[in-house]
């Protein structure tokens, strides 16, 4: 069959299953948008590349399919960057599309050209230029099984735009996909397995510290077999939210820089740390010479990188969570006693739970409106974040119970990403209330995807828990700087409002701690639009209780 | 801190290099030498890569090496017996009072004249790193114009694959 390399990309990703891409038209992809307009795949026009971006990563982080975004070539593809980069760090299965300019003018400056596959090259699992468009079909199909297999990440392809005018024989051929270079993990050493049951066993302290690999290997299930067989206590990293439900009696919530003190102290007093789909991040370890003093540490990973780039470790097993977990669990037996280690523990949520301080006039605290939030919804949401206080707020007042409910930049700290996300969220699971726990400041670094919401119908809830400050940066300055709150007062800013209204969102501003509630309830009623939520919140409220930078997990401020 | 050399099998393709220094470059490892060049398949590249490092360094730079879709196989061959070569252009002011001294110290080392110039000489020298120092310091005095040395390349011996 004669087809253009457009129409076979688009047969590749009906084949993949796409159902759904993210996108902004151009010069370069117009072949492509030509082949679009025919198909049966759901576009959704952004109204900037990087709310694609950003957009196919929340709806990868919803459902654990490979998030699909589309950009011209030059600053299209550019406009990208961020987005691939927040995948990047978080493991996040993303295939993108950028055009390109046709093949014999690459390399000659030509218009809206750039070295999209040059640029992205630290920051994606994988790249790929496509010169032929006999290519076309391999390359997709390459780039989808990278994306998702063994440790999950961005994959961007670059499209010239002959290659996608072309026209060729094609006829599908499900060939068999064979990369010398990358072989997807299967299995795992079950000596190692056996080694860290032995450690269980003899364990009197332990800890399970669980990570997004959790998530992405769909291990929750096995997470919580291990925990309650054993009665060993679990925290959570940002990353982990919902691997685990936060109300569980062995929960301690999150642990490291804005973690909850029981947590921190439960490892750092632990004989044993199993550590599952992590990478020891410095927001989760302090200062690594103090770390866990006397804990032996079993890592399970799919990635063998991370076996000790960061932390020694006594037990490594490299393969699938899900599988590790499994085959752990299949050789440990269940105990019933409750030791000294859950008193300590239980003493320590006595004495250390997160608190917050009163409201003053006119102002609501922040915290008070996520445990609002957390209430009306059970856990039955998805909570995505910008940035900031906002996000660390979030993570420690929401009661997560399930996983993919949590989306957030933990990796790179993306602010602009939880609206985006949000939208590709919503576009995921239309079944399930999405909110976005936004700043004043990081809502204005996507609010153009407003239009997009309210073009798809989306009813996203987006709350701004607005303080007129780059809170974070400002909390950090109180503590670190004499208080010289150097260039952090925005309160120079649009009325939220009505800038919702313009776009044709539905706008509510709420001073009053008793009117929270409400406002979030009437929000959820709302069906056929976007809500933006103006929470006047206590403009110096700080995130605590916090570990200072360089610190160890122990020498925690606030909380107490 | 030990030099280990890393034999490293790549798909001969158009940024694989880019993509080996650029995870060099970012990690912060440091490449003392790089020698590329087909193999006797000609879809797979050999990069000899030598790096400077304790164990934990060339386990992180090994591993994070595997993670390039392009890169096939990496090889540590430090610890094999191997035969090791490096080749060396040396362009050294000559005179007809110093010539027979250089040619004599050319035969020495088993090394070539490549090119004669009215007060210079090109020398052409191959072997390991040691003796391609020894034949550079030799030179010296006489006065080197332009040195041109190329990175190590490396095979282990005896029947088997590296």
Same mark, same amino acid.
């Given at each position: ?56 990563? /929340? ?16 600053? /299209?593809?550019?406009?990208? =960057?961020? /987005? ?44 790929? $230029? ?28 670059? @499209?010239?735009?002959? =290659?996608?005018?072309? =026209?060729?024989? !094609? ?27 032995? @450690? ?48 569980? &009696? $062995?929960?301690? *919530? ?22 599952? *789909? #992590? ?28 076996? *000790? ?8 097993? #490299? ?5 590790? @977990? ?11 006693? !409750? ?94 209330? #999405? ?18 919401? =309210?073009? !798809? ?11 007129? &400050? ?32 313009? &776009? ?19 929000? @959820? ?5 976007? #809500? ?11 995130? &605590? ?12 401020? *606030?909380?107490? | ?162």
């Amino acid at each position: 069959m004669k087809l253009k390399g457009a129409q076979i990309l688009l047969r590749c990703l009906e084949e993949e299953g796409v159902d759904t891409i993210f996108g902004y038209p151009g010069g370069a992809v117009l072949p492509i948008y030509d082949a679009l307009y025919d198909s049966n795949i759901r576009h959704i026009l952004v109204r900037h590349e990087q709310g694609a971006a950003h957009a196919a990563d /929340g709806y990868a982080r919803a459902t654990g399919k490979v998030g699909v975004c589309i950009a011209t070539s030059g600053p /299209g593809a550019t406009n990208l =960057v961020t /987005g691939i980069a927040t995948a990047y760090m978080d493991s996040i299965p993303l295939v993108c599309f950028t055009g390109q300019v046709a093949t014999h003018m690459i390399g000659k400056d030509a218009f809206q050209e750039a070295d999209i596959t040059g640029i992205t090259l630290p920051i994606t699992k994988h790249n790929y $230029l496509i010169e032929r468009t006999e290519d076309v079909a391999r390359v997709v199909r390459e780039a989808f099984y990278i994306a998702r297999t063994n440790r999950p990440g961005p994959v961007v392809v670059d @499209l010239p735009r002959d =290659v996608m005018e072309n =026209v060729i024989d !094609y006829e599908s051929d499900k060939e068999e996909i064979c990369i010398r270079g990358y072989r997807v993990m299967k299995g795992f050493n079950s000596g190692q397995v056996i080694a860290a049951v032995d @450690l269980i066993r003899k364990a009197e302290r332990p800890v399970i510290y669980a990570g997004g690999g959790v998530i992405s290997s769909d291990a929750s299930l096995e997470l919580r077999e291990l925990a309650e067989k054993r009665k060993i206590p679990v925290t959570t990293t940002l990353m982990g939210m919902g691997a685990f439900p936060s109300n569980h &009696y $062995l929960s301690l *919530g999150m642990l490291g820089m804005h973690g909850t003190r029981y947590a921190n102290y439960a490892i750092s007093e632990s004989d044993l740390i199993i550590a599952v *789909g #992590v990478r020891f991040d410095d927001r989760v370890t302090g200062k690594l010479d103090d770390f866990a003093p006397h804990a032996r540490i079993i890592h399970i990973d799919i990635d063998a990188a991370e076996i *000790g780039k960061n932390v020694d470790v006594d037990v490594p097993i #490299v393969g699938q969570v899900k599988e590790v @977990l499994a085959a752990i669990n299949q050789r440990l037996d269940s105990v019933e006693e !409750y030791t000294e280690w859950h008193k300590t523990i239980d003493r320590w949520k006595d004495e250390y739970p997160l608190v917050y301080g009163a409201p003053s006039e006119e102002r609501i605290m922040p915290q008070h409106i996520i445990e609002v939030i957390s209430e009306i919804t059970q856990g039955k949401a998805i909570i995505t974040t910008e940035v900031g206080q906002n996000q660390m707020w979030a993570a420690q007042y929401y009661k997560f119970k399930y996983p993919r409910t949590f989306i957030s930049s933990g990796g790179l700290g993306t602010m602009g990403f939880g609206f985006p996300a949000a939208i590709g969220a919503k576009v995921a699971r239309p079944d399930l209330p #999405v909110f976005d726990i936004a700043g004043d400041g990081s809502i204005q670094m996507n609010i153009q995807e407003l239009a997009t919401a =309210v073009q !798809y119908k989306l009813p996203v809830i987006i709350c701004i828990l607005n303080n007129q &400050y780059l809170g974070m940066v400002r909390q950090w300055q109180g503590l670190f700087y004499k208080g010289r709150y150097a260039y952090t007062d925005v309160s120079h800013q649009p009325d939220f409002v009505r800038l919702a209204e313009a &776009y044709g969102a539905v706008g509510m501003r709420i001073k009053d701690s008793s009117e929270v509630e409400k406002a979030i309830r009437e929000a @959820l009623e709302i069906k056929d639009r976007p #809500v933006v939520i103006d929470f006047w919140v206590e403009r110096e409220a700080d995130v &605590y209780p916090m570990v200072p930078p360089g610190k160890s997990l122990i020498e925690m401020l *606030g909380g107490d | 801190m030990k030099k280990h050399i890393l034999s490293v099998t790549v798909e001969n393709k158009p940024g694989v290099l880019t993509r080996v220094a650029t995870l060099f470059r970012r990690r912060g490892y440091n490449i003392e030498s790089l020698a590329v060049g087909e193999t006797e398949n000609p879809s797979i590249s050999r990069m000899t890569i030598v790096v400077n490092g304790d164990d934990r360094i060339i386990e992180q730079v090994t591993k994070q090496l595997y993670k390039l879709v392009d890169v096939i196989k990496i090889v540590d061959i430090s610890e094999e017996k191997r035969v090791e070569r490096e080749l060396v252009l040396i362009k050294v002011k000559a005179d007809a009072t110093v010539r027979t001294e250089i040619v004599q110290i050319v035969e020495i080392f088993r090394a070539r004249i490549v090119d004669i110039g009215r007060d210079s000489l090109i020398i052409e020298a191959t072997g390991d790193s040691g003796k391609i120092d020894a034949i550079e310091d030799s030179l010296r005095p006489f006065g080197i114009i332009e040195l041109v040395r190329t990175g190590k390349i490396a095979m282990v011996r005896g029947g088997s694959r590296g």
